[in-house]
């Protein structure tokens, strides 16, 4: 069975960092992209950033490019997403989801139950 | 401003069909497979339709998907109590260095 947990969620000050994680299990980790993907509470999801399987190629959404950084440990089975300069506008229930493929796509079959992050003074 | 437009709500009673729209470009719908994802009151989304109009194991017949030109809509027939849910599309974008782009969403209300 397919499991994605996040963790690292909490309360941050504008201007800080969190370091979000996404530990999978129940299928080769490897060998499948992977994506971060908000929702700002009550509105709509929000497409983040997404790894290759290999973690050799990244993408990232304009609004968090420069701030955000994906990553993956193939050894733990583990994702990650570093936000440094934190902004309100990035409060938001984080989901990590796992792609149909070994290159990133919007074929996102399996997510995680999401980390809820807040920036707040 | 979502790049994928989606209606913000949608309505039916138990038993109608409903249908959802999503409208993209040449980039994004035009080029690329589209998703749909249902997302209940406080869960984490769950696939629902993959390339276009096909259906993982578990998601009854009564949800389908097409895609014509630049946009797709789901369909849902037969429509139950439990459908009532937040409906988003999806797509790869080929613009600048590609992106996934999703459409805001449409609250569907099972009267």
């Known amino acids: 069975e397919v499991q994605l947990v996040e963790s690292g969620g909490g309360l941050v000050q504008p201007g800080g960092s969190l370091r979000l994680s996404c530990a999978a299990s129940?299928?080769?980790?490897?060998?499948?992209?992977m994506s971060w993907v908000r929702q700002a509470p009550g509105k709509g999801l929000e497409w983040v950033s997404s790894i290759s399987g290999s973690g050799d190629t990244t993408h990232y959404a304009d609004s968090v490019k420069g701030r955000f950084t994906i990553s993956r440990d193939n050894s733990k089975n583990t994702l990650y997403l570093q936000m440094n300069s934190l902004r309100a506008e990035d409060t938001a229930i984080y989901y990590c989801?796992?792609?149909?493929?070994?290159?990133?796509?919007?074929?996102?079959?399996?997510w995680g139950q999401g980390t809820l992050v807040t920036v707040s003074s | 401003q979502s790049v994928l437009t989606q209606p913000p709500s949608a309505s039916g009673t138990p038993g109608q069909r409903v249908t959802i729209s999503c409208s993209g470009s040449s980039s994004n719908i035009g080029s690329n497979y589209v998703y749909w994802y249902q997302q209940l009151p406080g869960t984490a989304p769950k696939l629902l339709i993959y390339r276009n109009n096909q259906r993982p194991s578990g998601v009854p017949d009564r949800f389908s998907g097409s895609k014509s030109g630049t946009s797709a809509s789901l369909a849902i027939s037969g429509l139950r109590s439990e459908d009532e849910a937040d409906y988003y599309c999806?797509?790869?974008?080929?613009?600048?260095?590609?992106?996934?782009?999703f459409g805001g969403g449409t609250k569907l209300t099972v009267l």
């Open positions: 999806a797509a790869w974008d080929d613009s600048l260095s590609g992106d996934v782009v």
């Open positions: 989801a796992k792609d149909r493929a070994m290159s990133s796509s919007a074929f996102l079959d399996y």
């Open positions: 129940g299928f080769t980790f490897s060998s499948y992209a």
